[in-house]
């Protein structure tokens, strides 16, 4: 049985495909799981506690840009997820980064590029394209969104990816087990946490840092 079990969830089957090879050709081959859509890499992630990393692509049915990432990282904090995107501009490698991304590959790597990213990320470092500046600063209504976003629980960062799904309070409420005045409770919160209205406003600041920035 092989000794470590990673995710690849991205909607090409060309690209996982290649990016299988890649990975068996490593000194420890990982035994891979492979998903074509977010509801896959979310079934995945749960149906594989212990999986050691899951590399997602940025844009695939189900999820638009970063948004994705935050769900997975509220939902399985303990899985490291490294972004393999063609969007490799420094601002969407610095998001990514910002939102707990483990790594960030770009789909133009090569294969030793890939295995030594992975390499890293598996053994505890935060992996970035060559000549990528990690102290670039952002503009400053995006810094502020970005702290605000980090200031939310994992059930209230759960339950705005929701939001921005169009789930109703009684569907979120039913998806996790829970009341629906515990959801309108954590809405109110994630009101106040982003300083905005309705949740109309919130899905729209969540979209501002979930869509992949214009390269």
């Known amino acids: 049985m092989p000794e470590m ?8 089957p060309l690209f996982r495909g290649a990016m299988r090879q890649a990975l068996s050709g490593m000194a420890d081959a990982p035994g891979i799981v492979e998903a074509g859509d977010f509801a896959a ?53 610095h998001r990514a980064i910002d939102l707990g991304a483990a790594g960030f590959l770009s789909k133009s790597a090569g294969i030793d590029e890939i295995r030594d990213g992975i390499s890293k990320v ?28 980090q200031t939310l629980t994992p059930q209230q960062s759960r339950v705005l990816s929701m939001l921005a799904e169009g789930l109703l309070n009684k569907q979120i409420a039913y998806e996790l087990g829970v009341s629906e005045a515990t959801i309108k409770a954590h809405v109110s919160a994630i009101l106040l946490k982003l300083n905005v209205d309705s949740r109309t406003q919130a899905v729209i600041q969540l979209s501002k840092i979930g869509t992949v920035a214009a390269a």
């Open 41 to 93: 890499a979310r079934k995945a992630a749960a149906d594989y506690p212990d999986a050691d990393l899951m590399l997602l692509d940025l844009t695939m049915p189900g999820v638009s840009g970063l948004s994705g990432l935050i769900a997975l990282r509220a939902e399985f904090p303990s899985l490291p997820v490294m972004i393999v995107s063609a969007h490799d501009d420094p601002a969407t490698i």
């Open 5 to 12: 079990t990673i995710i690849i969830a991205d909607d090409h």
């Open 122 to 149: 598996i053994a505890g470092e935060v992996f970035v394209p060559a000549g990528y500046d990690q102290n670039q600063e952002y503009e400053p209504e995006v810094a502020d969104l970005l702290h605000r976003l």
